[in-house]
């Protein structure tokens, strides 16, 4: 591989894990936070791309971002309250809200599976031409990743702190501690998923424009491939650190996730297993620190096994 | 002040698994008061304080705190005016956030969007150095990294710092080594005082359920049937309170921890 390919391949991977990372961050909020899976991830972010596209379509890129960041919070409002107002567990919430959404989006664009948005203007499209003429025209679509993604981990690192933001982790850490400082925790659920799903259809949204087109499919698996990227990021900054430390670890995290999955691509693993790797990369995550407890346990029961055999012999 | 009137409670009610928690319990506890209350397994005492704390609905009776009808009111707004210790440590305090943001949310100053302030920390600093325990240098450590009896007595500030009409504490030493049990007792008396705080304390420890308070409530079968204060408390002994209770209740307190005034894990 030639130097300039290289190159090109981190670039790819800068600009894709950028977008990723916005979703890994709104899982950061409501997984690594309030500890909820929600699962609506997949739905909310093919949400945000089709009323960001629509909205570009109509004519306005600009407002494009805060339509699909409206959207997302619509819909994790929804979710919140089928778990904490209406007894549906919280699985099934983000599952049911999951599907649902897929007749949501096809509403929404009218019944069409892709939208083409090759010939319009789009936030990229709009800042490249902002930027004719700098030096900076040729990177114009990182650099739109990058502000967005630096303005979304400001905010976090700042929402986290505010009393709003300590409700909101504590109630994943200790609901009891939560009611017990009056505050309600079907309050702080419905925030932390409102917000969070703002920033997964933001995503949605930014990917659509990205690739300039929108496909009802584009969100399918995306909630295991945000879970993959937050669970490498966490290898970097652990639970203990500091949370600027932990949200810069996770858009690394997504960072990384793509220039892996990039260099595998090169290496002619076709791009069908995506989904196969971030899967078995979750698995590994998540099942990794339990199997590591169970393995004294297994050379104990070996070992007794084998005492048992040398005896009766 | 503290009403209960006329309180019930049954759990699994028309089933083979029914249970009458609390049979029509009276009690009223007068400002400043502090009620050790004592009683076997099961006597229902847990429960009498679930009912103040609003965690689940009576089947009958009224509960008036402060003059207002809290009976209907839930859990989360009573607990504005309720502080209350369990006896695990672990429950009173969010371990993945540091000393100094869970005195935040215990302090409940400020509006929704508000941040801790150099001032806020002045203030915790202070209140977390009457602990003696050191916390106050290690604000910005995880909670998870205390030891139980640290943990505790967080709790306690916490469960304190904005003065509550009443303090609920249940157990809450049980589960620590005797020392720290000690310890942390001698800070609840502290700071019961120094804040005039209304308090009931759920204790095995019969020595203490006498040394600390003005007034001993027993409890047995979701029933008060034993109440003391003044004089007659003055000069009970732990041999007195068991033989009330076999007079009482018709058996013998069936726990070698109470009766020793043992207070720590066996
Ligand atoms: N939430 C509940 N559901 C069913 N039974 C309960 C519940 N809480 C308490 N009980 C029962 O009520 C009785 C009193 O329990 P509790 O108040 O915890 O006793 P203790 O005096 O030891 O604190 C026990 O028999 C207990 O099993
Ligand atoms: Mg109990």
Known sequence: MTLDKFLALGQTAMELGLVNALTVLSLFLSYSMLNVCDLSTDGCFTLGAAVGALVAIAGYPWLSLPAAMLAGMISGFVTATLQTRMGVQSLLAGIVVNTGLYSVNMALTGNKANLNMNKIPTIFTMVKNLLKDTPLAGQSALLVMLVTVALVVLFMCWFLKTKLGLAIRATGSNADMVRSSSINPTFTTTVGLCVSNAFTGLSGCLMAQQAKSFDINMGSGMVTVALASLLIGGVFFAKHRPIPLRAAGVVLGAILFRLVYGLALRLNMPAFMLKLVSSVIVVIAISGPYLRRQVPLMIRRWQAAREGRNADA | ?266
């Open chain 2, 1 to 266: 002040m503290l009403e209960l009137k006329n309180i019930c409670k049954t759990f699994h009610a028309g089933t083979p698994d029914e249970k009458r928690a609390l049979i029509d319990v009276t009690l009223t506890v007068e400002d400043g008061d502090f009620i050790s209350i004592i009683g076997a397994n099961g006597a229902g005492k847990s429960t009498l304080f679930n009912a103040i704390c609003g965690s689940f609905m009576l089947d009958a009776g009224m509960i008036r705190l402060d003059g207002q009808n809290v009976t209907m009111i839930p859990e989360h707004q009573r607990a504005r005016q309720i502080g209350r210790l369990f006896q695990d440590p672990m429950r009173g305090s969010a371990p993945d956030m540091s000393i100094e943001e869970n005195l935040a949310l215990a302090a409940g100053k400020g509006g929704w969007l508000s941040r801790v302030s150099a001032a806020d920390r002045k203030a915790f600093r202070e209140r977390l150095s009457l602990l003696g325990m050191g916390l106050e240098d290690r604000m910005r450590q995880p909670v998870g990294l205390l030891s139980g009896g640290q943990r505790q007595a967080l709790t306690l500030l916490m469960a304190t710092y904005q003065v509550p009409k009443v303090l609920l504490l249940d157990e809450h030493t049980a589960a620590l080594d005797p020392g720290t049990a000690e310890k942390v007792l001698e800070l609840t008396r502290s700071i019961v005082e120094d804040n005039h705080i209304t308090c009931l304390m759920i204790t095995h420890n019969m020595q203490s359920a006498l040394d600390l308070g003005n007034r001993t409530l027993m409890m047995d079968r979701g029933k008060i049937i034993y109440d003391v204060t003044g004089e007659e408390r003055g000069r009970l002994t732990i041999g007195d309170l068991t033989d009330k209770f076999r007079q009482l209740s018709g058996r013998a307190l069936d726990n070698d921890r109470m009766l020793l005034g043992i207070d720590n894990k066996e």
